[in-house]
């Protein structure tokens, strides 16, 4: 059973940085990527940012590249989010979930969220202007 548990999550000015962190288990990571959703309030939920099984490849949202980086590590299994340069608009619940590639390939390039099974129960980040 996918397990996943976010930590991390708070309230930061804009212009300030959080870490985000995930604890993943019950699954192998070479068939399952590890990513990040987040829903603010009133919107729908969006990607934010993926790693391949290997940590080879990463892919962000355009709202996102170039302030968040995301990295694994593989003793314990973990996906961090490093969120810099933050806006008030980064405001939203955080989701750490474990997909197969092709779902986070289709969230990033056609915005198709999948169901939150193998989802974390979110950590909210607020950032105040």
């Known amino acids: 059973q996918v397990e996943l548990v976010e930590s991390g999550g708070g309230s930061q000015q804009a212009g300030g940085s959080l870490r985000l962190s995930c604890a993943a288990s019950?699954?192998?990571?070479?068939?399952?990527?590890l990513g990040w959703f987040r829903q603010a309030p009133g919107k729908a939920p969006q990607f934010v940012a993926s790693i391949t099984g290997s940590g080879s490849a990463t892919y962000y949202s355009n709202s996102v590249k170039g302030r968040f980086t995301i990295s694994r590590d593989d003793a314990p299994n973990t996906v961090n989010l490093q969120m810099d340069s933050l806006k008030p608009e980064d405001t939203a619940i955080y989701y750490c979930?474990?997909?197969?590639?092709?779902?986070?390939?289709?969230?990033?390039?056609?915005?198709?969220?999948?169901?939150?099974?193998?989802w974390g129960q979110g950590t909210q980040v607020t950032v105040s202007s």
């Open positions: 979930a474990a997909e197969p590639h092709h779902v986070f390939l289709n969230a990033h390039a056609m915005g198709l969220i999948p169901g939150r099974d193998h």
């Open positions: 019950g699954f192998t990571s070479s068939g399952y990527d």
